[in-house]
């Protein structure tokens, strides 16, 4: 339901789902705005997003408050609200202007979305920001990510208060570029206004803390060859940053989705206060889109000794040489009495924060024959987990990989506690059947099933790792059969000098 200049707000409020719009300000003389009206709504999720209304112009961005001043917008009041029994039972909505900013160093971007300008925000009641991008004509261009929400709850009130999110092209001055993924999107929150207690920079500003909500393109996911789980759900992250150590630090509490809708994965992430932020999402190496093509290196050299044949002492004398594709680096191996073969590849190992105090890194340590097993290859992982808090955690890991046709072709799971304080490697042993280059990823989840984080290995698994006990069947066929073969011979020749 949407009213325009209602104030029985008691009435409203009690029909369930509803949206509420006040009518837009006349802006004051000199101002450069167009008018823009707030909302209230019973709750967040009622609200869509909303496409930002343009403002003529180019403005260069020093602060948020230096371009409020410029744009001069008129400030809103809740003042029908603000006798509501219960704030925490109602959501202020602020629509946004789109501003054109000139590039900087410190904010390389030329868009802006500047909320409505509030009179007051009355502490524990939900403020919301909803941001369609797509829909947006100067800010459709950022087509990876259509729209993003902000919500948050103040724990102080505040006056004259407005916030400013900028759409960053690259990292600003100061902070390192994030490697090894795809960027998505860097965004700058930026705020204006007197509070009573603390502000939006800090953690003790917030009655919730704030929730920065966002949408992912399957389309550009998959021409970007984005990483994805189990689910098919391309993997992302947040990261703020920390501009005193002029680092990124990445942010552990992202809620991931099971399945798109409407060709979107959404996202939510939780943050501590508003900052800079960068989203990211990891590269699939190989399987799917995006992936490089295999490139020979050096072959895997075998030697099938003596041994295997019939002598009175094994040698060490090479018979044949078996070739195949290695990425990571050439591996010399010789079969003597025990019929197996390893390799050890380079493990791409890499440290992931999984939850507040824990840390995962998944390494591969070989991929060998398993000894036994007819037709059959192993891959040895370790994961190396720690627990740097004062509580034990217990994290679910769920192995699969994809074969090069970006398919799922296995995948198992088991359960690690880790006890506080303690730094935990367990070995993994996973089966492969067929030779041929894997990914291998590992989820980490919580024993509630939240996601915490991915990790992923490249798997060469040589065509001899796989073929070796078949193979060495083969030989030992090919021996008996010549050793009958001359015993015949023999016994005839004995027969045709015997006489």
Request: net charge negative.
């Amino acid at each position: 339901m949407l009213g325009r200049g209602l104030s029985d707000t008691a009435g409203i409020a009690a029909r369930g789902e509803w949206t509420w719009g006040a009518a837009p300000a006349p802006p004051p003389p000199g101002s450069q705005v167009p008018s823009l009206g707030m909302m209230m709504a019973s709750n967040a999720t009622v609200v869509k997003p909303m496409a930002g209304m343009p403002v003529g112009g180019t403005f260069t961005l020093l602060t948020a408050s230096q371009l409020v001043s410029q744009l001069s917008p008129p400030a809103l009041s809740i003042s029908d609200w603000a006798a509501y029994p219960d704030l925490s039972k109602v959501a202020m909505v602020m629509p946004t202007y789109q501003v054109n900013l000139a590039p900087t160093p410190q904010l390389p971007g030329d868009d802006a979305m500047l909320s409505v300008r509030m009179a007051r925000v009355p502490a524990n009641m939900p403020v919301l920001m909803p941001i369609d991008l797509a829909g947006t004509p100067q800010t459709s261009e950022h087509g990876n990510v259509p729209w993003m929400k902000v919500e948050y709850t103040p724990g102080v009130d505040s006056t004259d208060f407005a916030m400013l999110v900028t759409i960053i092209d690259s990292q600003p001055a100061g902070a390192p570029a994030l490697l090894g993924g795809v960027n998505a999107l860097y965004v700058d929150f930026e705020w204006v206004g007197n509070f009573s207690g603390a502000d939006p920079g800090s953690s003790g500003d917030y009655d919730s803390p704030p929730t920065f909500t966002f949408a992912i393109s399957d389309a550009w996911a998959s021409q970007q060859g984005v990483l994805r789980d189990s689910n098919g759900v391309p993997v992302m992250s947040l990261s703020v940053l920390d501009e005193a150590a002029g680092a990124w630090q990445e942010v552990s509490a992202v809620d991931s989705p099971v399945a798109p809708v409407d060709g979107q994965y959404v996202y939510m992430a939780h943050l501590e206060h508003f900052s800079t932020y960068a989203v990211t999402a990891g590269k699939a190496a190989r399987g799917g889109g995006g992936q490089p093509p295999q490139q020979p290196a050096a072959g895997i050299v075998a030697q099938l000794v003596d041994s295997m044949a019939v002598g009175d002492a094994p040698q060490a004398q090479a018979v044949e040489f078996i070739d195949q594709f290695s990425k990571n680096k050439g591996v010399a191996v010789r079969l003597v009495d025990q019929l197996r073969i390893t390799t050890k590849p380079v493990g791409y190992g890499e440290t992931v924060l999984v939850g507040k105090d824990a840390t995962a890194r998944m390494t591969l340590e070989s991929v060998e024959t398993e000894e036994g097993a007819f037709g059959s290859a192993v891959a040895k992982v370790l994961v190396h987990m720690g627990n740097k808090g004062d509580k034990p955690e217990l994290f679910v890991l769920d192995y699969f990989y994809i074969d090069g046709a970006g398919k799922k072709a296995y995948e198992s799971s088991r359960t690690l506690e880790i006890a506080p304080g303690e730094l935990k490697i367990e070995e993994a042993k996973i089966p492969f059947t067929k030779p041929g280059t894997y990914q291998l990823l590992m989820e980490v989840r919580s024993d509630a099933g939240a996601l915490l984080g991915v990790m992923q290995v490249q798997v060469e698994v040589p065509w001899l790792a796989v073929n070796l006990y078949p193979l060495a069947a083969a030989v030992a066929v090919i021996l008996v059969s010549t050793m009958a073969a001359m015993a015949v011979y023999a016994s005839r020749r004995s027969k045709v000098l015997g006489g």
